[in-house]
């Protein structure tokens, strides 16, 4: 079994669908790592028992942030994740799911919740920065709509039934104070 099956035609020629278990092009993760990704799969779990036996805690708008270079680990520690949580793994690359039309990135953005909702599976939104970064040229049509994209995703995260990752090469600096990130390359070896 191929370890990524990429799903065919429009907006799902963008998804791939991720099997947590294949490990074979996994990057090492260090014990660091493994124990913030494990910490986080018993606060996911922890949160989702207690929503079942009635409390208020709704695990909808989970999320956290892996941070750092390309080719660091984000997407093996997402597989590891997934695996903890006993749950599929969907990888988005984020750029290839904007459009030039006008809503259609929500368009795009809403086939992805709608192919994860089904699979019961973690979101990884890969190069998140194309919608979080900060926008300091506004010339092209993208970069406009950026804003509005990213507040629509985030609102669309919050709606989410399941957990979504946020791969982005730096920390977004509305996000400096959650809770949940985990720090790939040179920073996290230091």
């Not at 080719?71 to 997402?78: F, S």
Request: with cysteine; net charge negative; charged share 20%.
């Amino acid at each position: 079994m191929n370890s990524v099956e990429t799903a065919p035609g429009g907006i799902e020629s963008s998804i791939q669908r991720v099997d947590p278990n294949a490990t074979g092009s996994d990057l090492p993760l260090t014990q660091r790592q493994v124990d913030q990704l494990r910490s986080i799969a018993r606060e996911l779990i922890a949160e989702s028992e207690s929503g079942t036996q009635g409390a208020q805690s709704d695990p909808r708008g989970a999320v956290a942030l892996f941070v750092g270079p390309t080719n660091t680990g984000k997407t093996t520690a997402a597989k590891l994740l997934a695996r903890e949580l006993g749950t599929a793994l969907v990888r988005v690359k984020l750029v290839e799911v904007f459009s030039e039309f006008l809503g259609g990135t929500e368009k795009n953005l809403e086939g992805v919740f709608h192919a994860a909702t089904n699979a019961g599976a973690i979101i990884l939104f890969d190069e998140a920065d194309a919608l979080f970064g900060k926008r300091t040229d506004v010339r092209d049509v993208n970069h406009r709509l950026a804003p509005i994209e990213a507040d629509w995703l985030v609102r669309r995260i919050e709606a989410y039934p399941g957990f979504v990752i946020l791969g982005c090469l730096t920390l977004p600096g509305h996000w400096e104070n959650m809770n949940r990130v985990v720090h790939f390359g040179p920073v996290a070896r230091g």
